[in-house]
Nanobody, 122 residues
Framework: QVQLVESGGGLVQAGGSLRLSCQASGGKFSGYSMAWIRQGPGKEREFVAA???????FYGSSVMGRCTISRDNAKNSVYLQCDTLEPDDTAVYYC????????????????WGQGTQVTVSS
């Protein structure tokens, strides 16, 4: 069973940057597509970014140009670097994965981390 643990959340000022990390254990990480999904206060879960096993990336429209997803298969890790943060980026950020191609459909992701809180102050 795949376990995912996120880290790197916290309080950031508007205009600042953050780098989230997700450490995977169990399973064959290099074969999975990985994603970052967030849920803001009072909002539905929102797709942020995904990366396939081969490195192909997809981004949600709200973070396009501001965030970059990457992975290090040797470290069983996936990362999310976001710049020019806005208060609307405040959310719990979840790492998720699936044994298949990278998709933007949130319900297609099979395993999830517990999430890490990111708060952007204005």
């Amino acid at each position: 069973q795949v376990q995912l643990v996120e880290s790197g959340g916290g309080l950031v000022q508007a205009g600042g940057s953050l780098r989230l990390s997700c450490q995977a254990s169990g399973g064959k990480f290099s074969g999975y597509s990985m994603a970052w999904i967030r849920q803001g206060p009072g909002k539905e879960r929102e797709f942020v970014a995904a990366i396939s096993w081969s490195g192909i990336q997809f981004y949600g429209s709200s973070v396009m140009g501001r965030c970059t997803i990457s992975r290090d298969n040797a470290k069983n890790s996936v990362y999310l670097q976001c710049d020019t943060l806005e208060p609307d980026d405040t959310a719990v950020y979840y790492c998720a994965g699936r044994d298949g191609v990278a998709v933007k459909t949130i319900r297609e992701y099979e395993f999830w981390g517990q999430g890490t809180q990111v708060t952007v102050s204005s």
